[in-house]
């Protein structure tokens, strides 16, 4: 049984990592249009600037990323989410746990790196079928071909990396026309694809992933780290103080 909350206007689904994934394997044996995203701060922050994106999100599973959701709830309804259902980890234990064999696209990174997430996935579940991937760097003359190719592999799972909020707009428009099923997974095939160390286990366990990422690519995530986390104290803080009016 899964909760809900609102962060920021988003709802935001919460449960065990077990709990969700058998929530989604439900919905899909139901035949029902499942699109998941992963709502950590920076995404939250571009929720609050963006009603139409909000409007989108009503349609999705959206599940709590990182620690900074887990603050927004402790502050805005006094507990904790239960695990943190982080895109990098929660993509990798779907594919573990679910008891479907499923057909996969990958859609994102560079061609390079989703060849290689395509190969390793292969080679870890060989119960799932690769049935096609491409890179994310799309022109818009090429968007018709790569939805044919999508729609002939007849995939029953879309993984998209394509950052926020393209991939959660791609989702948005291609669910359920090209598959019943697609995740927005940010840097997992980074991750997965061994292109991008994660961080050291302590640290992840410390909720401190994202210093670790900070110091690797510091030009590309200053301004996401630095910046967009006051920003999202601060919308945090000012959220809290309307809250309070209203009790």
Do not use: K
Not at 100 to 118: E, K, N, Q
Not at 149 to 155: D, K, S, T
Not at 167 to 174: F, G, P, Y
Not at 221 to 237: C, M, Q, T
């Amino acid at each position: 049984m899964l909760t809900s909350v609102d962060i920021f206007g988003v709802r935001v689904q919460s449960g065990t990592t077990s709990a969700v994934i058998a929530h989604i394997d439900t919905r899909l044996r139901d035949g029902d249009a499942t699109r998941v995203a992963f709502l950590n701060a920076h995404l939250a922050n571009v929720c609050a600037r963006s009603a139409a994106l909000r409007a989108r999100l009503d349609d999705f599973l959206v599940l709590n990323d990182g620690v900074g959701l887990d603050i927004a709830r402790r502050v805005l309804h006094g507990a904790a989410f239960d695990d943190n259902l982080n895109g990098t980890d929660f993509v990798t234990a779907f594919l573990d746990a679910s008891t479907f064999d499923h057909r996969i696209f990958l859609l994102g990174a560079r061609a390079d790196v989703v060849a290689r997430t395509a190969e390793r996935l292969a080679r870890r579940w060989p119960r799932h079928v690769v049935a096609g991937f491409h890179h994310g760097f799309l022109r818009e003359a090429e968007e018709p071909a790569l939805e044919q190719a999508i729609a002939a592999a007849r995939p029953t799972l879309v993984l998209v990396a394509m950052g926020n909020p393209r991939q959660e707009q791609w989702i948005a428009r291609h669910v359920p026309g090209l598959a019943p099923c697609a995740m927005a997974v940010g840097a997992w095939f980074d991750f997965f694809s061994g292109t991008m160390p994660r961080a050291p286990r302590w640290l992840r366990r410390a909720r401190l992933e994202w210093l670790y990422r900070l110091w690797r690519e510091p030009r590309r995530l200053a301004r996401r780290y630095l910046i967009g986390n006051a920003v999202f104290l601060s919308r945090l803080a000012m959220a809290r103080v309307r809250q309070g009016h209203h009790i």
